[in-house]
Every structure is written in structure tokens, then in C-alpha cells.
């Protein structure tokens, strides 16, 4: 009976891990598919698509994730990348305004380049996540 309960406990910490990793790389994609809405604002007037309704976006699930079974051991990890996406979504929101109300090519010029920026950083802290979630995590 105890060896059945420790295989069991290992597969739910083994799910609950996986679900943290797909929910970083989700977040990864959607840093990307910002940068192109951002990108094609800018340069083409393209309208970028709202997310769907119902999907819950990755970084509350991170969140969620990480407060509800991994705590200290990520949360240090998480926050700075954390920091790093909302920074990059600020200047995504900014880059999609200045899209939206200004003709001014130079001012379009810094907010994509504000944009790439945010997002390079955005994304280079969602890899040391992802990375720290394969060494890092205690079982």
C-alpha cells in the first residue's frame, strides 16, 4: 500500500510539473504573438486579435501553478520573470496605442524597438524559468 501511495504522490508532483512547463512555454509563445501584433500595428495598421473569452492566460496559470504547489522553491524564479512579462506587456499595450493614435514614424520606430526589447528580455527570463523548473525543482 505505501509503495502505491509514494508512485502516486510522485505522479501528481511529476503532472503538476509538467503543467508548469507547458504553461512557460505558452507564455513564451504568447510574449512572441504579442511582438507580431505590436510589429504589424506599427508598420501595417493591422488591428491585433483579442485573446479568447474563456482562455485563461498563461501567466495566471504560472501563477496559480506556482503558488498552489511549488511556493519557495520558484517563487524567486517566477517573480523576476514575473517583472519581466509585465514590462513586456506595458510596452505591447503601448506599442498597440501609439499604433492606434499617432502617424508620428518616429514614435512608431521607438515603440517597436521598445517593444522587441521588452519582449527579448521577457523572453530570455522565460527561459531561465523553464530551465530552473528541470534542476531546480525539489521531489
Do not use: C, W
Amino acid at each position: 500500500m505505501s509503495h502505491e501511495a509514494d508512485r502516486e504522490l510522485k505522479e501528481r508532483a511529476r503532472s503538476r510539473l509538467e503543467r508548469l512547463y507547458l504553461a512557460t512555454l505558452h507564455l513564451r509563445r504568447d510574449v512572441n504573438l504579442q511582438l507580431a501584433n505590436a510589429t504589424f500595428a506599427l508598420k501595417r495598421g493591422i488591428s491585433p486579435e483579442g485573446r479568447p473569452a474563456r482562455e485563461v492566460p498563461p501567466l495566471f496559470e504560472l501563477e496559480m501553478l506556482v503558488e498552489l504547489y511549488f511556493g519557495e522553491s520558484l517563487r524567486d524564479g517566477f517573480a523576476g520573470m514575473l517583472a519581466a512579462a509585465e514590462d513586456h506587456v506595458n510596452a505591447y499595450l503601448a506599442a498597440v496605442k501609439i499604433a492606434q493614435n499617432s502617424d508620428d514614424a518616429e514614435e512608431r520606430s521607438e515603440a517597436l524597438a521598445n517593444a522587441r526589447e521588452k519582449a527579448s528580455i521577457a523572453n530570455a527570463r522565460i527561459d531561465e524559468f523553464a530551465t530552473s523548473l528541470k534542476v531546480g525543482v525539489p521531489f
